[in-house]
T-cell receptor, first 115, second 113 residues
Framework: AQKVTQAQTEISVVEKEDVTLDCVYE???????LFWYKQPPSGELVFLIR??????QNEISGRYSWNFQKSTSSFNFTITASQVVDSAVYFC????????????FGPGTRLSVLP | NAGVTQTPKFRVLKTGQSMTLLCAQD?????MYWYRQDPGMGLRLIHY???????AKGEVPDGYNVSRLKKQNFLLGLESAAPSQTSVYFC????????????FGPGTRLTVT
């Protein structure tokens, strides 16, 4: 069965601090995909990144970076030099190739960046 | 482009009433989804569609029906609403070539009393 755990319910940091959001997943498939989505206060989720199970290279996009480790079944998300605009709920999600379009989302982590 | 739109934005129903939520997208996406979001549980997939005239069950399909008669529209129906269906409902769509990048609507907040 597929499952996504985000143990951090809420995190508060002061602007310019670095912050890491944890994501741990469970799957029996060898082919699967991992995602991060951002839900700002406006409510609409925004896609951030996708990783497939065969690509363990870390990804960096500006102040955002992602660390995928199959050995620990984790796909963590780090924001460097956080800004107030980063305040949002962040969701990690999983899709197994055997389940097609059946996405499973984690419960989300609410990040508050204080000025 | 309007992207993904949802109608209505808010609704209050009494137990046993029925209603239909409408999702429309103008991006010519093949895939469409309905999710519900509840506190502490993230998003859970209700139903999805990989093309016009086809639908499939997601993680929590009970109590809901869907139809995709036109490619741009995906309807979610509640035949007999229950308080457990109080939630925020999100529609999403994605392009077959980049199916993983879902575009979400603004959500519909439904309260069942």
């Amino acid at each position: 069965a597929q499952k996504v755990t985000q143990a951090q319910t809420e995190i508060s940091v002061v602007e310019k601090e670095d912050v890491t959001l944890d994501c741990v997943y469970e799957t029996r498939d060898t082919t699967y995909y991992l995602f991060w989505y951002k839900q700002p206060p406006s409510g609409e989720l925004v896609f951030l990144i996708r990783r497939n199970s065969f690509d363990e290279q870390n990804e960096i996009s500006g102040r955002y970076s992602w660390n995928f480790q199959k050995s620990t079944s984790s796909f963590n998300f780090t924001i460097t030099a956080s800004q107030v605009v980063d305040s949002a709920v962040y969701f990690c999600a999983l899709s197994e190739e055997s389940h097609g379009q059946n996405f499973v989302f984690g419960p989300g982590t609410r990040l508050s960046v204080l000025p | 482009n309007a992207g993904v739109t949802q109608t209505p934005k808010f609704r209050v129903l009494k137990t046993g009433q029925s209603m239909t939520l409408l999702c429309a997208q103008d991006m010519n996406h093949e895939y469409m989804y309905w999710y519900r979001q509840d506190p502490g549980m993230g998003l859970r997939l209700i139903h999805y569609s990989v093309g016009e005239g086809t639908t499939a069950k997601g993680e929590v399909p009970d109590g809901y029906n869907v139809s995709r008669l036109k490619k741009q529209n995906f309807l979610l129906g509640l035949e007999s609403a229950a308080p457990s269906q109080t939630s925020v409902y999100f529609c999403a769509s994605s392009y077959i070539g980049s199916w993983y990048e879902q575009y979400f609507g603004p959500g519909t907040r439904l309260t069942v009393t």
